[in-house]
């Protein structure tokens, strides 16, 4: 089966490497312009560049969410060829009328394409769409060394808000917490660095023991005493952190429950 990548940008890039790797062909590489689509095809080491919306017997349309209804209805793709999208909150409908149709979106950054790509096996990949679609994506995802996961298309808005959480939102966290160290005179240059080893013991017991077992800290021991005291000096010293805090704290309790 030959992959065509529609909208080679990091994604793209990312998947069609991968592709190539597990023995697919990749046919078009699409971008707007002849040298982004060029130097895409050079990252993922085949396929045709080029700026013509053509596809292949799977079509993987890696373009910007808000483009996937223009992209579709223009796009050529050979008889009983699947399509694709990877956008996380948006199921196979994006796609309509276009059938077999489906959507694929791996749980992993690809803010750095070949990172990501040594970084890929076992990603868990969200896959919904038509019967025919789902099938072929399924057989994709383990062909490049995922695992697929069946998200209903009519909550995909909830399986990303999942994602999002669990990923943008840790790096928001970790900005709040690397200001809480300013507050508390550690100098910007080590607030991060001392802060990772305690994120990736996190990660690691979350990986090891899971939910709930993974928790630990004040809330997790009881210490009633300790959060008060967190909270009378984020009152006094960094306000505005105040109530995230509290909130966070309310839903931690539940963990510990």
Same mark, same amino acid.
């Given at each position: 089966?030959?992959?065509?990548?529609?909208?080679?940008g990091?994604?793209g890039r990312?998947?069609?490497?991968?592709?190539?790797?597990?023995?697919?062909?990749?046919g078009?590489?699409?971008c707007?312009?002849a040298?982004r689509?060029? %130097? *895409? @095809?050079r990252?993922?080491?085949?396929?045709?560049? $080029?700026?013509?919306? #053509?596809?292949? =017997? +799977?079509?993987?349309?890696?373009?910007?969410?808000?483009?996937?209804?223009?992209?579709?209805?223009?796009?050529?793709?050979?008889?009983g060829g699947?399509t694709?999208?990877a956008c996380?909150?948006?199921?196979?409908?994006?796609?309509?009328?276009?059938?077999?149709?489906?959507a694929i979106?791996?749980?992993r950054?690809?803010?750095?394409?070949?990172?990501?790509v040594e970084l890929f096996?076992?990603?868990?990949?969200?896959?919904?769409g038509d019967?025919e679609?789902?099938e072929v994506?399924?057989?994709?995802?383990?062909?490049?060394?995922?695992t697929?996961l069946?998200?209903?298309?009519?909550?995909?808005?909830?399986?990303h %808000? *999942? @994602?999002?959480?669990?990923?943008n939102?840790?790096v $928001?966290l970790?900005? #709040?917490?690397? =200001? +809480?160290?300013?507050?508390?005179g550690?100098?910007r240059?080590?607030?991060?660095?001392?802060l990772?080893?305690?994120?990736?013991?996190?990660?690691?017991?979350?990986?090891?023991?899971?939910?709930?077992?993974?928790l630990t800290?004040?809330?997790?021991?009881?210490?009633?005493?300790?959060?008060?005291?967190?909270v009378?000096?984020?009152r006094e010293?960094a306000?505005?952190?105040?109530e995230?805090?509290?909130?966070?704290?309310?839903r931690t309790i539940?963990?510990?429950?």
């Amino acid at each position: 089966m030959d992959v065509a990548i529609v909208g080679a940008g990091q994604t793209g890039r990312a998947l069609g490497l991968l592709a190539r790797r597990a023995g697919y062909a990749i046919g078009p590489v699409v971008c707007r312009t002849a040298e982004r689509a060029e %130097a *895409a @095809a050079r990252f993922i080491g085949g396929g045709r560049p $080029t700026t013509r919306l #053509e596809g292949a =017997a +799977l079509t993987l349309v890696t373009v910007p969410d808000g483009a996937i209804a223009e992209v579709a209805r223009g796009l050529a793709v050979p008889e009983g060829g699947v399509t694709a999208h990877a956008c996380g909150s948006l199921g196979a409908e994006a796609l309509r009328p276009r059938r077999p149709a489906g959507a694929i979106h791996p749980l992993r950054s690809f803010a750095d394409p070949a990172r990501a790509v040594e970084l890929f096996p076992g990603t868990a990949c969200a896959v919904d769409g038509d019967g025919e679609a789902v099938e072929v994506l399924d057989r994709f995802v383990r062909a490049i060394g995922g695992t697929p996961l069946r998200v209903r298309s009519d909550r995909k808005a909830l399986y990303h %808000a *999942a @994602a999002v959480v669990a990923c943008n939102y840790l790096v $928001t966290l970790e900005r #709040e917490a690397v =200001a +809480l160290m300013e507050a508390a005179g550690v100098p910007r240059g080590l607030a991060l660095p001392a802060l990772l080893p305690l994120v990736r013991g996190t990660v690691h017991n979350l990986e090891a023991v899971g939910l709930p077992q993974a928790l630990t800290g004040p809330i997790a021991r009881g210490d009633a005493a300790t959060v008060a005291r967190h909270v009378c000096a984020l009152r006094e010293r960094a306000p505005g952190m105040l109530e995230l805090y509290r909130q966070l704290g309310r839903r931690t309790i539940a963990v510990g429950l």
